[in-house]
């Protein structure tokens, strides 16, 4: 019988979850607010004629980026008040993220690592970093939709660019990382988000350290 | 660089200072001293007699140099669509908003009256167009004038869709996304075009070329509390109406007319030749898009402190909890 060991608490899980789900709302909403889904012939697939009515779209952006806000907030200051800071960046991560990216193709072995690997908390970092920049972005952009209030337009041309470009890599981010879960050295760690628990195995050859 | 977990700790915590910065930040609303314009519908005649109406040509010539200037080679089609808007053929169109006619007059009858109502952007207090456009090329300042950079719009039109009045319009095969178009046909339009008020003009101390060219008289352009308080006393003097005080959350640009808006509304509609101009152009009331879902908008700006609260809230119950086992 495989043995098993916990991973991710339900709190971790639970708040996981709500971001990704919110975060994919916020991709197709956010990106309906480019006039994309017309001229892309979006608007034609059966269920989706309503994706080029801004209206909708924007009310479904705000709705999602409450939820996504409040819940990277919630994360943020959780594992603060708990002291967990075993995913932030270490000196070396960088040079052992290269390592490590090369052994995921065969190229080299892993290397002896902890709860998360180099990899895992460079990527981490990159997500993070992009989620708080759209945070701040889309919240400055909301607090000027509030009513007849006038922000300095170079001010908001900025915080509109940033907005879009970032909602951009985040999209390829969140590609990149469920592109990563599929390979097959990786496809163990999917239950560890769903039920908590991780291969005792799998977690002793890739977390020796953990 | 090597990022400390205090350092990215400080960080975190900064960004999320600067999250509810916005709040409690002084904002600049409209000001009483910004611009405003008044039309007096009992005073324009639409320049009868005349081909073009004076405000009409005034602005095609003031405004010429900023008019687009196509290359035919960039007219492309906004791959996947089989289709381009080109306005450059059609330059001699007045009765409708183009690239090239940021003020058109319509005339109706109601009543047994010719009604004559020169029209262009309302210049709102809280712009859709502006506060929804993706990349904020679209600009209002606190002076009053809604314009466009068209050094960097790359011609989506979302601005026209959220326009109550489709005031932009789009010309092809211009702006920024010709630099791309012909390797990435994926992006970009062309370049919006609208009124922005003679904006240069206003910083110059002078007059927009559409108001000073009117014979008439019928339009004026003041301070907003001086415009307002004009608006009101006509109203008032001539049992009349007002319209753009309060449409689409307020604008800069305040018609004033003897006749009902509605009336009026209902005749535009009614004489109205969608293949001949276009989309109408109406007389309605139309509701802030913005305002309409202000309640979402504040649920989005709490957002942070709901987190918050939750994470200080739990992480006080499993102390507690800890404690007691």
């Known amino acids: 019988m495989m043995t098993t060991r916990i991973r991710h608490s339900l709190t971790v899980r639970i708040t996981h979850w709500i971001i990704a789900l919110s975060g994919i709302l916020l991709l197709f909403s956010g990106f309906g607010q480019l006039p994309l889904y017309k001229r892309y012939y979006v608007i034609k697939i059966p269920g989706l004629a309503w994706s080029s009515n801004y209206e909708i779209t924007l009310v479904i952006h705000y709705l999602a980026a409450a939820i996504f806000t409040a819940a990277v907030c ?34 080299g072995d892993e290397l002896h690592h902890e709860k998360f690997q180099a990899k895992q908390r460079i990527i981490y970092t990159i997500i993070g970093v992009t989620s708080l920049l759209l945070i701040v972005t ?39 990382h469920v592109a990563a879960l599929l390979l097959k050295n990786h496809r163990p760690m999917i239950p560890s988000m769903i039920t908590g628990k991780i291969d005792r195995e799998y977690a002793e050859k890739h977390h020796p350290g953990w | 660089m090597t990022i400390s977990r205090r350092t990215f700790l400080k960080g975190a915590g900064a960004a999320g200072l600067v999250t509810l910065a916005p709040a409690v930040r002084s904002e600049a609303r409209i000001g009483p001293d910004s611009f405003a314009t008044l039309i007096d519908l009992s005073k324009c005649d639409g320049c009868d007699g005349r081909d073009t ?13 900023i008019f687009p200037q196509v290359d035919k080679d960039q007219l492309r089609d906004y791959w996947p669509q089989k289709k381009y808007e080109d306005w450059s053929d059609k330059k001699h169109l007045i009765d409708r908003f183009t690239p090239y006619n940021w003020i058109f007059v319509q005339q109706v009858e109601v009543e047994g009256e010719k009604i004559s109502i020169p029209r262009r952007c309302m210049h709102c207090d809280n712009p859709p167009c502006v506060k929804l456009c993706p990349f904020g090329v679209k600009h209002k300042t606190a002076e009053g004038p809604v314009y466009i950079d068209h050094s960097l719009c790359f011609g989506g039109a979302k601005c026209r869709t959220v326009c109550p009045w489709q005031v932009p319009q789009r010309q092809a095969g211009v702006g920024i996304y010709t630099l791309w178009q012909k390797y990435l046909p994926v992006a970009g339009g062309g370049v919006m ?35 307002f308080k004009k608006a009101e006393g006509l109203k008032e003097a001539q049992q009349g109406y007002l319209y753009g005080m309060d449409e689409n959350g307020g604008t800069s640009t305040i018609y004033f007319s003897p006749i009902s808006f509605d009336k009026i509304n209902i005749a535009l509609t009614a004489s109205h ?12 009331t139309p509701e802030n898009l913005l305002e309409k879902q202000s309640l979402w908008t504040q649920l989005s700006l709490i957002a942070p402190i709901i987190g918050v609260v939750a994470a200080v809230g739990l992480t006080r119950s499993e102390t507690v909890k800890k404690e007691k086992t």
């Not at chain 1, 075993?86 to 190229?107: C, E, H, V, W």
């Not at chain 1, 009513?147 to 390829?172: E, N, R, S």
């Not at chain 2, 030749?273 to 309605?284: A, E, F, I, Y």
């Open chain 2, 53 to 65: 109406p004076l405000c009409v040509s005034a602005c095609r010539t003031g405004k010429k140099d």
């Open chain 2, 193 to 227: 075009y609208k009124c922005d008020l003679c904006r240069d003009l206003l910083a110059e101390g002078k007059t927009p070329h559409c108001m000073v060219s009117c014979p008439k008289k019928a339009m004026t352009i003041g301070r907003r509390e001086e415009i």
């Open chain 1, 74 to 107: 919630f994360h943020l200051v959780y594992h603060y008040r708990r002291r967990e800071f075993g995913i932030l960046p270490k000196r070396g991560d960088i040079g052992d993220s290269i390592k490590g990216f090369k052994a995921m193709f065969g190229l």
């Open chain 2, 273 to 284: 030749d969608q293949k001949k101009t276009g989309r109408p152009v109406p007389l309605h």
């Open chain 1, 138 to 176: 889309g919240l400055i952009k909301s607090y000027k939709n509030l009513g007849a209030i006038v922000l300095d337009p170079m001010l908001l041309q900025w915080m509109a660019f940033i907005h879009t470009i970032t909602g951009g890599i985040f999209m390829m981010l969140f590609l990149a």
